[in-house]
């Protein structure tokens, strides 16, 4: 089965740091764009951050340039998100998700992770 | 308050259509191609439209995507209970050089 299966997540106090981890399964995400989306409790969707296939290329939404770092280890077909000096307002379910390209002329996310809470609040 | 607009709300019966819209601008939907996800309640959004009109294998055929300048619609006829959550539109927005999605549309069938 075709998947992305994220770990890591949890409470963590303000200022703090954490890392999300987020493992493909059946399928490697070598050749692929890779992306972090989150989603506050009760709202609606927001991209945080992608890399391209061989992470050599990074962007990310500006409200957490600087703090948040995507990464990935192809070897280890897993993707990741170093978060540092957290806020409240970084509050959120974190999903990682896979863009295709398709012949149609365009990308998508067709792959998304289960998602990841994460708390920050003393 | 999000790059591209969306209805907060939107509700049907059974067996009806329904349409949920989508506005941005030139930077975004009008230049670049839109995907549409639908997000059940507590679980991870699924791709149901990409590139504006096209659905995934296993998308029913109930749902539909069309765009035109800078507004995309999808839309769900045949109206099931099942179609109850929220839907996104998304689109790359090259002035902020970043993805972007609607606020999301809660739908309700009633």
């Known amino acids: 089965e075709v998947q992305l299966v994220q770990s890591g997540g949890g409470l963590v106090q303000p200022g703090g740091s954490l890392r999300l981890s987020c493992a493909a399964s059946?399928?490697?995400?070598?050749?692929?764009?890779m992306h972090w989306v989150r989603q506050a409790p009760g709202k609606g969707l927001v991209w945080v951050s992608r890399?391209?296939?061989?992470?050599?290329?990074?962007n990310y939404v500006d409200s957490v340039k600087g703090r948040f770092t995507i990464s990935r280890d192809n070897a280890k077909n897993t993707l990741y998100l170093q978060m540092n000096s957290l806020r409240a307002e970084d509050t959120a379910v974190y999903y990682c998700?896979?863009?295709?390209?398709?012949?149609?002329?365009?990308?998508?996310?067709?792959?998304w992770g289960q998602g990841t809470m994460v708390t920050v609040s003393s | 308050q999000s790059v591209l607009t969306q209805s907060p709300s939107a509700s049907g019966t059974p067996g009806q259509r329904v349409t949920i819209s989508c506005s941005g601008s030139?930077?975004?939907?009008?230049?670049?191609?839109v995907n549409w996800y639908q997000q059940l309640p507590g679980t991870a959004p699924k791709l149901l439209i990409y590139t504006d009109n096209q659905r995934p294998s296993g998308v029913p055929d109930r749902f539909s995507g069309s765009k035109s300048g800078t507004s995309a619609s999808l839309a769900i006829s045949g109206l099931q209970s099942e179609d109850e959550a929220d839907y996104y539109c998304s689109a790359w927005d090259d002035n902020l050089n970043n993805w972007v999605f609607g606020g999301g549309t809660k739908l309700t069938v009633l």
């Open positions: 890399i391209n296939s061989d992470g050599s290329s990074t």
């Open positions: 030139s930077s975004n939907v009008g230049s670049k191609t």
């Open positions: 998700a896979r863009s295709n390209y398709y012949d149609s002329g365009g990308h998508a996310f067709d792959i």
């Open positions: 059946g399928f490697t995400l070598s050749n692929d764009w």
